[in-house]
């Protein structure tokens, strides 16, 4: 079995890497510097990066990194991958140095999202200052924070999400724009940490390869300055201030300049999965989370 501590990292393309500089900096209040055979780092805690952005034409998110805990774990995974018939491809030495981990291979599930799996991650040692004053972000062993991939194929994909790389039921909703329809699933996943989840599966199909990456910081204060200084470079709002019903995430969503979206929140739950017991939530938002503003 893999036991996926975390999300390590992720990667998205753009075609102007000033826009998520500016982007990273003046709005999510982070850290940026120069990768490794090209791209940019963005940084949001100790490590040297937790998002990768690369050139590319198409504004898109390309791959998810998951942490694996050891040299042991990553080659138990490799096991359990050949098991299972699932191939793999091993990273080149470019992208296990832009990376910063001591091993990398990637994998593609049945809706066609790219998972990197490594072990080892590099440390400078240098703390993050943010340049807009946000304390902290919180991550640690808990990872960067949550993504919400597409998955159009979903029995398939969530089958893969769970017997491939290891996932948990969390909890479900199920979308009813049409009443009179099949409901549109979306699946709650969590692995080895307290975060409610780490992965979310949405059935439904995504140009930009993402639907959002959430991150977290340690007071509603950060988010309200945040969503201050969206106003400020008039990014756009994807979704108003609101707080989730399964989570208890207190956030609002804005665009990044790789197309998908980014949750800025406040006060996720930490689970105790012994005690959990999965369940369906039938609404997504406690209260406010207007998401019509990002289709004006």
């Not at 790219?114 to 640690?140: A, K, M, N, Y």
């Amino acid at each position: 079995m893999i036991e996926i501590r975390g999300l390590s990292y992720f990667v998205a393309q753009c075609a102007d890497l000033s826009q998520w500089q500016r982007y990273a900096v003046d709005v999510l209040g982070m850290q940026v510097s120069p990768a490794p055979a090209g791209g940019l780092y963005v940084k949001m805690d100790e490590r040297p990066f937790r998002m990768l952005i690369v050139e590319g034409s198409e504004p898109r998110y390309l791959a998810s990194g998951w942490e694996l805990a050891s040299q042991a774990a990553f080659e138990t995974a490799l096991a359990h991958l050949d098991a299972c018939g699932v191939e793999w491809q091993a990273g080149s030495a470019a992208q296990i140095e832009q990376r910063g981990v001591q091993a990398l291979v990637s994998l593609t599930d049945p809706s066609g999202n790219r998972h990197e799996l490594s072990w080892g991650h590099r440390s400078d040692c240098q703390p993050f200052t943010s340049p807009q004053g946000v304390p902290r972000f919180i991550t640690g062993d808990m990872g960067l924070g949550h993504t919400v991939l597409p998955a159009p194929q979903f029995d398939a994909t969530l089958a893969f999400a769970k017997d491939v790389l290891g996932f948990e039921l969390s909890d479900i909703f199920n979308f009813r724009p049409d009443p009179s329809a099949a409901p549109i699933r979306i699946h709650f996943l969590h692995c080895r940490n307290a975060r409610h989840h780490s992965l979310a599966l949405a059935e439904y199909p995504v140009p930009s390869g993402c639907v959002h990456v959430m991150v977290e910081v340690d007071s509603m204060t950060e988010v309200g300055r945040a969503h201050d200084r969206l106003l400020a470079h008039d990014v756009r709002l994807s979704a108003t201030l609101g707080q989730h019903l399964n989570d208890r995430m207190t956030s609002f969503y804005m665009k990044t300049p790789s197309a998908f979206d980014l949750e800025y929140g406040h006060g996720g739950l930490q689970v105790d999965w012994a005690e959990h017991s999965a369940f369906e939530f039938t609404r997504v938002s406690i209260w406010g989370h207007d998401f019509s503003v990002g289709q004006q």
